[in-house]
Structure formats: C-alpha cells, structure tokens
C-alpha cells in the first residue's frame, strides 16, 4: 500500500502528465457581446476570495466556440430552448395546468430567478437548486410526473428559464440558514477525490488558463449552464458537469440532485458572484 505522501506524489504526476504549460488561446481582452449586449465576463474577485479576479469560461474558449455564443441564431443551445417554450404552455398532469397557467409569460415571471439560484427554500427547510423548484411545481401543482435531473427536458427548461436572467450578475446569498451549506460545498471543493487523489481547486483554481489535453482549463464558473457542449452536441447540466469531473478522477461520483452537488453548487456560485448569467452559453 503507499503512503499519503507517496499517493500525493502519484496524484501531482498524474496531473502533471495531463496537464501543460500554458498557451495562446482565444483573444484574452475580447468582450462577450451577446445580440448587442455586453457582458461582465471578467470581474474583482470580493474580499476573502481565494482568487483575485473572477473569469468567466468564455474567456478560455477558441475563437471559433465564442463566436456561436454570441448570437442566438448561431447558438445550437436554442433548439432545446425552443423545445421549453413550447412545453412552458403545455398543458400536462391530472391539475390541467401548464407552466403558463401560474407563471405567465416566462420572460416576465422569471427574470432574475437564475441569478439566485441555488437558494434557500424556507418552506422546504433545505437548499434547493432550480430544478428543485420546478419539479415542485410539475408535482404539487400541475399534479404531473417530475423530471429527471441532468435530463433532456428538465435541462432545456433551466435553460429557457435561466435565459431570462442573461446579462444579470451571479448573486447566491451565502449566510444565514444557507451558511451549513456553503460550508459543505467548500469542503468538497478542496477535498481530494478518486484514484488520482485530485480536488476541484487543483484544476480550476491552480492550474486554470494552463492546457489538459487539448482544452484550457477554466475557472469552472457555472454562470452559463445549462451550456452546450460541442463534444457532446447536447445541453449539459452543472450537476452533470460535477458528476463529470469528480468520475475523471476515478471516484465512485454523487448523484445529480445529491445533498452534496447541490451544496457544491452553491458554493461554485458564489466563487462567480458578479460575473453575468450567460445562459445558455457554447463551450467545448
């Protein structure tokens, strides 16, 4: 059996071999101007952030991925946030409502509920993440089946519904009853998983802007999930991405919708407070 410190060694090599000296990416002082709207995509990191400015993951991206997400006629991601539209005004389960029947128009009703997610739920007395609440309205009340997390429809309705907070800042309250939360996300984020013993912060906020593989590593902000993958040609979800990353380091992974993802998010969010919603946004 090794020892820690030989198991540390095996993990920094295992990273050092996919992980390289940095290298010219897309233009790094370009803005992200989405149909005529500019993005904050870059900005001070708070007081007491481990990281002294915040980036967005567009900034990581080849010319060739910024540009689709910079008009929605070229942004893939719009086919499924068609898909939602309509499924926002379609009637399903034994209540006989649609999303519509107590929402209304979604752009109205929904402006600003991504900025804030994930939030505490005071009726539920638990963090709830976005799909948490709209499966709570598909279940109690349009008495419909709910949706699976990291799935084709629920993905394409956050997304739909995020849409309507592009150009807002990330603003995650942390304190109060969400404070036990953050804490646990936080830990996760440093905690060193799998068999290559590799943490989220060994990637995304050591070695970020350096190349593992053939891509950049980013900060690994979620200010523009769902995002559209093009390695994947689909819609991906945080908790997918989560599931992801923590399986590439040869762990046995939580599940999206878990405690811990959803604690997780939370405190992913909050390393991107101020950067703009940029959902749905295009990556590789």
Not at 76 to 105: L, R
Not at 171 to 199: C, M
Not at 229 to 254: M, P, Q, V
Request: with cysteine; glycine share 8%.
């Amino acid at each position: 059996m090794f020892k820690a410190s030989q198991k540390l060694a095996i993990a920094a090599l295992a990273l050092g071999a996919l992980v390289s000296a940095p290298a010219a990416w897309a233009d790094e002082e370009a803005d992200l101007i989405i149909n005529g709207e500019k993005m904050d995509i870059r900005v001070e990191a708070p007081e007491g952030h481990p990281l002294d400015e915040i980036l967005s993951g567009w900034i990581f991206r080849t010319d060739e991925t910024q540009a689709l997400e910079t008009d929605d006629f070229d942004n893939p991601s719009f086919i499924f946030v068609e898909q939602a539209q309509e499924a926002w005004s379609t009637v399903e389960g034994e209540a006989g409502k649609s999303c519509e029947s107590c929402h209304g128009d979604v752009a109205e009703s929904m402006k600003g509920v991504r900025a804030a997610m994930p939030k505490y739920n005071e009726q539920a007395k638990d963090l709830w993440s976005l799909e948490n609440y709209i499966n709570s309205c598909r279940t109690e009340r349009m008495q419909a089946k709910p949706w699976k997390w990291a799935k084709a429809d629920m993905d394409a309705m956050v997304a739909l519904i995020g849409l309507q907070s592009r150009g807002m800042p990330m603003s995650v309250k942390v304190d109060g009853p969400a404070a036990e939360y953050f804490k646990k996300g936080e830990e996760i984020y440093y905690t060193r998983f799998g068999q290559l013993e590799l943490s989220c912060a060994n990637c995304h906020e050591d070695n970020y802007g350096n190349m593992i593989r053939a891509d950049h590593l980013s900060q690994g902000q979620i200010n523009g999930f769902p995002t559209y993958r093009l390695k994947n040609t689909k819609l991906n979800s945080i908790h997918a991405r989560f599931k992801g990353c923590i399986r590439d380091t040869r762990a046995e992974t939580f599940s999206p919708g878990s405690e811990e993802f959803r604690a997780l998010e939370l405190y992913v969010a909050w390393r991107g407070q101020g950067l703009s919603i940029e959902t749905p946004s295009v990556r590789q």
